[in-house]
C-alpha cells in the first residue's frame, strides 16, 4: 500500500509488490518494475513520479518516465534505472519512487511564425542563456 513517510511528506512512497520476483540491475540498464497498483488521479492533476533521496544517493537507482496522467487506468509501473557503477537489487517490499499529485495547467498549444511574433517586445535579462547562464554561484 502506497504510504507517506511522514505527515509532512510532500511524496507517496511506492513499493515493489510482495509477488514480484527480486532483479538485479547491473549499471547502466534498467526496469520497468510493476508497483502493484493503479490510482484514479483527480481531473486537472497528474501523478509524478520522483527520485527518493536515499534510493537515488544510495543505490544510484533513478525513476525515468515520470507522468502519470489523468486519464491513463492501468496499473502503474515505475522506470527505474541504475546510473551507478555497482550492480543493485530490487527486491519485494522496497520502496522503489515516491509520487507527487501535481496540479496540471492545460495550456493551448499555438505555432508562432517568428521569435518577433513569439515574444514581440518581451525583453528579459535573461534572453536566450541557458545551461548555467545565470551562474554557479
Excluded at 490510482?39 to 525513476?63: C, D, F, T, W
Aim: glycine share 14%; net charge negative.
Amino acid at each position: 500500500m502506497p504510504v507517506r513517510g511522514t505527515e509532512g511528506s510532500a511524496g507517496i512512497d511506492l513499493f515493489v509488490p510482495n509477488d514480484q520476483e527480486s532483479i538485479v540491475l547491473n549499471p547502466g540498464e534498467s526496469a520497468f518494475i510493476p508497483a502493484g497498483i493503479k490510482a484514479r488521479v483527480p481531473h486537472g492533476y497528474a501523478l509524478v513520479a520522483m527520485n527518493k533521496s536515499g534510493i537515488a544517493a544510495k543505490k544510484s537507482l533513478m525513476v525515468g518516465a515520470c507522468v502519470i496522467d489523468e486519464d491513463y487506468t492501468g496499473e502503474i509501473h515505475i522506470d527505474l534505472k541504475n546510473v551507478g557503477t555497482e550492480s543493485q537489487g530490487i527486491n519485494p517490499g522496497d520502496k522503489i519512487t515516491q509520487v507527487l499529485c501535481l496540479p496540471v495547467n492545460y495550456v493551448t498549444v499555438e505555432e508562432a511564425s517568428s521569435e518577433d511574433e513569439m515574444f514581440g517586445d518581451l525583453v528579459t535579462e535573461r534572453g536566450a542563456g541557458g545551461f548555467g547562464s545565470t551562474g554557479t554561484k
